[in-house]
Nanobody
Framework: VQLQAYGGGLVQAGGSLRLSCAAS????????MGWFRQAPGKEREFVSA????????YYADSVKGRFTISRDSAKNTVYLQMNSLKPEDTAVYYC???????????????????WGQGTQVTVSS
């Protein structure tokens, strides 16, 4: 599966952005989808993930209550709605996917087999 992330930009603290990740292929519903981010000089970190059905969602503690992940199987797209943005949310955001049958830990980056190219999110104070 090929992934294309977009929707990043520059926003003031307290603002909102919605990231989108479009997936190619006809088996979108067979994949667990996730978002990760990497800030300059820092390691990549887990942000959020959604199960193949959309019935289960996962969030890092740092974004819980502010970010919402969702998926639209008709559009082969996963979204990350980001509200109440903070300067520390500034990073390149990547979407990722792995097949639903893999018995892995969803919050680990090495569980994911496919990665998009990243989209920059900058939050000014």
């Amino acid at each position: 599966v090929q992934l294309q992330a977009y929707g990043g930009g520059l926003v003031q603290a307290g603002g909102s952005l919605r990231l989108s990740c479009a997936a190619s292929g006809r088996t979108f519903s067979s994949y667990v989808m996730g978002w990760f981010r990497q800030a300059p000089g820092k390691e990549r970190e887990f942000v959020s993930a959604v199960s193949w059905s959309g019935g289960s969602t996962y969030y890092a503690d740092s974004v819980k209550g502010r970010f919402t992940i969702s998926r639209d199987s008709a559009k082969n797209t996963v979204y990350l709605q980001m509200n109440s943005l903070k300067p520390e949310d500034t990073a390149v955001y990547y979407c990722a996917a792995y097949p639903k049958y893999k018995p892995v830990v969803t919050t680990r980056g090495d569980s994911f087999d496919y990665w998009g190219q990243g989209t920059q999110v900058t939050v000014s104070s």
